[in-house]
């Protein structure tokens, strides 16, 4: 059997983190079996239809590296790949069911439900349409066909169920990743397949669809299990092999309680979709991963993580090393928790293996759009000293004395009033003397000079690297001095210190007023 799996997401919005991780890893099956791997637009209910958020979509998964074989787009033998395109199909296949008695037309009305609904309540019960009590409700299994004759002649509204058969008891699948599944049929309600609109409702458009496009393994979220009986059962109805189901852990929230939300992205500082949103009815835009920085291969080797276990120590795998070792058997059963900080270090991890010449360049252009001219030899040397302090390469911004001479609003009042003392100007412009007279100006001269300084004075290191720092870049933090100091050149270096000197002491004279 040939592998085909799809990605099918309802354009209602963003796609969530979760969705990319479904996308990801029916990709790698995919690949894994020598597969295709479709792209299925599942938009049967219109009112949930949010303009943009296909294309959003589809830039997303290119974002990640997730090629596409199949799809509106990628092309392909078994499209439309998008449900609208598709409704034919389904009422063609509504009619079969019909006509080999598992479906039936159900003619009440929405009012009529809810008083059925309030009245099951009201006995502290819940009403399900099903084998138990269609009998009373208005459908062609409880009417004469004379009497639904002449309501379908009268055009009168209605919905086609399916009619969930009363044996067997237990519908019994296998899921590739939890096992054994038995759902009593007696919880499967008699479900909508087309609605009154004559709309396919998804139960019926994703089986017909998984069916005609030959898919071999639904790999998607654990929030579809409870509708795996009900899509078993449609397979059977319809006499079609059903496909083999595998249903992924959720994605929990950090702190391990739930379904991870965007809410808990909005609190935790960190994006829940794969690229920046804009929400076409209000405007507002959400931040994505892309838009933070972020790595499309880090992001996707945390998202592999998430659910998959490899079974050793290696957590670093790229998407053709993942593709080589991927197996829906190494799937973790029960959710996986989100990091925020896990998802940093998986940046980190990718930008620090980059060649210095790329990031230079990336820089370069970083800097150009905050109106900064940085020569790439200059960012070749930040890159050089700064990339194992950051997680993000936009990050290096943070440290504006890169770049710009500190200005007076830019010292950490704090920490000049805390560790600048009375004799440390007089220290620091002693040093300044002996910097002065280094001929070849390199980093392990200035701390040879600066180590033979403090030697000669008897100070010790706190009380003058710190403050030589402060005045250098206006707080503490960042790369060694002395190699920042060789980046600056000798001139620079002199100017800035001295520049740092005298505002520190303007500062200390308003501190002490
Ligand atoms: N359209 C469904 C969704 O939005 C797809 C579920 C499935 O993969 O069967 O997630």
Not at 485 to 501: D, P, V, W
């Amino acid at each position: 059997m040939s592998v085909r799996v799809r990605f099918a997401p309802s354009p209602t919005g963003p796609l969530h983190i979760g969705g990319v991780r479904t996308a990801l890893y029916n990709y790698l099956f995919s690949k894994a079996n020598g597969g295709k791997f479709l792209l299925r637009i599942e938009d049967t209910d219109q009112t949930r239809f949010v303009n943009g958020a296909e294309e959003y979509i589809v830039e997303a998964l290119n974002w990640c590296g997730l090629t596409i074989d199949e799809g509106d787009r990628a092309g392909g033998e078994h499209g439309p790949y998008k449900q609208s395109l598709r409704f034919k199909l389904y009422s063609k296949a509504v009619d079969e069911l019909i006509a080999s008695g598992n479906a039936y037309r159900a003619f009440d009305t929405p009012k009529e439900l809810a008083i059925m609904r309030a009245e099951a309540e009201s006995r502290k019960k819940v009403f399900q349409y099903d084998a138990r009590t269609r009998g009373g409700c208005k459908n062609e299994l409880s009417m004469s066909s004379a009497e639904v004759d002449e309501l379908l002649a009268n055009g009168v509204p209605h919905v086609v169920r399916f009619k969930t058969p009363e044996a067997p008891k237990d519908v019994v699948f296998t899921d590739e990743i939890r096992g054994k599944v038995s759902v009593s049929s007696a919880v499967i309600d008699d479900k909508v397949l087309m609605k009154m609109d004559g709309l396919p409702t998804y139960h019926l458009a994703n089986v017909v669809d998984d069916h005609h496009m030959e898919i071999s393994h639904v790999i998607r979220g654990e929030e579809w299990l409870p509708s795996a009986p009900l899509h078993i059962l449609l397979y059977r109805a319809f006499k079609w092999n059903a496909p083999k189901f595998a249903h992924l852990p959720l994605i929990l929230k950090p702190e391990g309680n739930g379904k991870l939300s965007k809410r808990d992205g909005d609190a935790g500082g960190f994006p829940v979709f794969p690229i920046e949103w804009k929400d076409p009815k209000t405007g507002s835009v959400t931040s994505g991963y892309r838009e933070q920085g972020y790595d499309p291969q880090a992001f996707i080797n945390m998202l592999l993580m998430l659910g998959w276990n490899p079974g050793g120590v290696k957590e670093k795998f790229t998407l053709e090393e993942a593709v080589d070792c991927f197996s829906l058997d190494r799937i973790v059963k029960s959710g996986a928790r989100f990091s925020p900080d896990k998802a940093k270090w998986y940046n980190e991890l990718y930008l620090r293996e980059k060649p210095h010449s790329e990031l230079a360049d990336e820089l370069c252009s970083i800097a150009a759009a905050k109106g900064l001219v940085v020569s790439n030899d200059d960012a070749h040397k930040i890159v050089g000293m700064m990339l194992e302090r950051v997680s993000f390469l936009k990050d290096i911004f943070e440290a504006n004395w890169l770049f710009e001479t500190p200005s007076k609003e830019d010292f950490n009042l704090k920490m000049v009033k805390k560790k600048w003392k009375d004799e440390t100007s007089s220290y620091l412009e002693e040093l300044s003397g002996v910097l002065e007279k280094i001929k070849v100006f390199k980093a392990e001269n200035i701390e040879a000079e600066f180590k033979g300084f403090l030697e000669a004075k008897d100070l010790g290191f706190g009380q003058v690297l710190l403050p030589f720092r402060i005045a250098l870049t206006g707080s503490g933090g960042g790369p060694s001095m002395f190699e920042f100091a060789e980046f600056l050149g000798k001139e620079a270096t002199m100017a800035r210190l001295q520049k740092g000197i005298d505002t520190i002491a303007e500062i200390k004279a308003e501190q002490n007023n």
